[in-house]
Nanobody
Framework: VQLVESGGGLVQAGGSLRLSCVTS????????MGWFRQAPGKKREFVAAINWSGGTTNYADSVKGRFTISRDNAKNTVYLQMNSLKPEDTAVYYCNAVQVTLHGRYPYWGQGTQVTVSS
């Protein structure tokens, strides 16, 4: 399974970015999709997740009300709309796909995209 993120970059505090992640995971609807991030010197942390239909989402407290995760199952793509960005949002953002079967839980990761928020 391949995941390719895009949309990262440099933005001023208060600005917005939209991350995209297109995946080869099939069928796409059998995967829960998510975003994680890792700042320099810190552990990777959960940001947001979305279930197969898009009907259920979950967010880290630090991004609630500012970030929105969504998915387009026809395009095999998950998005992360990031508004009101803060310098502490600076990190490498990773796309995550998880498939749960009777045999186990199978996570996959993208290569990451850098988001830098300047103050």
């Amino acid at each position: 399974v391949q995941l390719v993120e895009s949309g990262g970059g440099l933005v001023q505090a208060g600005g917005s970015l939209r991350l995209s992640c297109v995946t080869s995971a099939r069928p796409f609807t059998s995967y829960t999709m998510g975003w994680f991030r890792q700042a320099p010197g810190k552990k990777r942390e959960f940001v947001a997740a979305i279930n197969w239909s898009g009907g259920t989402t979950n967010y880290a407290d630090s991004v609630k009300g500012r970030f929105t995760i969504s998915r387009d199952n026809a395009k095999n793509t998950v998005y992360l709309q990031m508004n009101s960005l803060k310098p502490e949002d600076t990190a490498v953002y990773y796309c995550n796909a998880v498939q749960v079967t009777l045999h186990g839980r199978y996570p996959y990761w993208g290569q990451g995209t850098q988001v830098t928020v300047s103050s």
